[in-house]
């Protein structure tokens, strides 16, 4: 669990005015960008720190610990986001095939696995690398998202994640890795096409 | 996949990452990486992905409405 969080919790459920505003823009921070990566949509994002926030304020004497509280935070997070007006954004509920995710003889070419080498040209591109992961992440079917977000993005442990989305740990380890290994296609797939346009231009 | 070897290591990859790896298959996996380049090839990417993850932060936070703040300060009363 990212320690900001407890830290944060703790800090309100101490009652300690001084640190309270801090403590309150933290967990704005953590609710607002959990829902940002969730979404995708600012409007959501908002809506779910807005409604999260104020349950968290109705629960926060009922949890006596700050780790316990923070999966409960994700929890409320996760279905609010869910529950948004603008879930279409949602990819209908699928499976991600583990065999369909294996790679293929050519992305194990030398020339497929090529295209991970970082070049000076991909980190001027960092910007447009970054609007990809996003494409990719909300491209993902929802419970792998969220498995993604919550493991890999919002950094909680696997126990952590499993408990936040009411499944198993083994459960949690699958969809984890076919979570990631889609998000690396799709940015393998980037980083070639890139590759092949810069051949383009220089012959 | 090069071979059925290949595609068990496949499956492990994000254990391994994840430090969760049974110490066994742990060794089986390092054992096969030595040997397999493109197995190696594909592991730094998927590791890169998961890096790339982990440091992805959204920007522009809005500030907490003064909704949420009255909620939180009042309860704190």
Redo the contacts between chains.
């Keep these: 669990m990212n320690t900001q969080i407890e830290e944060a919790l703790k800090t309100?459920q101490s009652?300690n005015?001084q640190d309270?505003e801090r403590a309150?823009?933290t967990?704005?921070?953590v609710v607002?960008?959990f829902g940002?990566?969730v979404c995708g949509s600012?409007e959501d994002?908002?809506d779910t720190?807005?409604e999260t926030?104020?349950r968290?304020?109705?629960q926060?004497?009922e949890f006596p610990d700050a780790r316990a509280l923070a999966v409960w935070l994700y929890k409320v997070a996760k279905t609010q986001c869910m529950m948004s007006r603008r879930k279409s954004k949602f990819a209908p509920l699928q499976m991600l095939s583990?065999d369909a995710l294996?790679?293929?003889?050519s992305?194990?070419?030398p020339a497929g696995?090529r295209s991970?080498q970082v070049t000076p040209e991909e980190t001027v591109l960092k910007e447009e690398?970054?609007g990809r992961?996003e494409d990719a992440?909300l491209a993902l079917p929802k419970h792998y998202r969220l498995v993604?977000i919550l493991r890999?993005?919002e950094?909680l442990d696997?126990r952590e994640v499993a408990e936040v989305m009411g499944i198993s740990e083994d459960t949690t380890?699958k969809r984890?890795?076919r979570a990631?290994?889609f998000?690396?296609n799709a940015?393998?797939g980037y980083v070639q096409d890139l590759r092949e346009g810069e051949s383009k231009s220089h012959a | 996949?090069?071979d059925r070897r290949?595609?068990h290591i496949?499956?492990m990859?994000?254990?391994y990452l994840?430090a969760?790896l049974p110490v066994k298959n742990c060794r089986d996996l390092e054992c096969h990486l030595k040997g397999c380049e493109?197995?190696i090839?594909?592991f730094?990417?998927?590791k890169?992905?998961?890096e790339?993850?982990?440091q992805?932060?959204?920007r522009k936070?809005?500030?907490?409405?003064q909704?949420?703040?009255e909620?939180?300060?009042?309860?704190?009363q």
């Design positions: 309100l009652g005015r309270v309150i823009e967990l704005q921070g607002y960008g940002m990566k600012h994002a908002q720190a807005q926030l104020i968290l304020a109705r926060l004497r583990l294996m790679p293929t003889d992305a194990l070419s696995t991970w690398l970054r992961l992440i993604l890999d993005m950094q696997t380890k984890l890795h990631r290994v998000v690396r940015l393998a | 996949m090069p290949c595609k496949f499956t990859l994000s254990d994840n969760e493109p197995c090839a594909y730094e990417s998927l890169n992905t998961v790339a993850c982990r992805y932060q959204v936070i809005p500030a907490p409405s909704k949420v703040r909620a939180l300060l009042l309860a704190l």
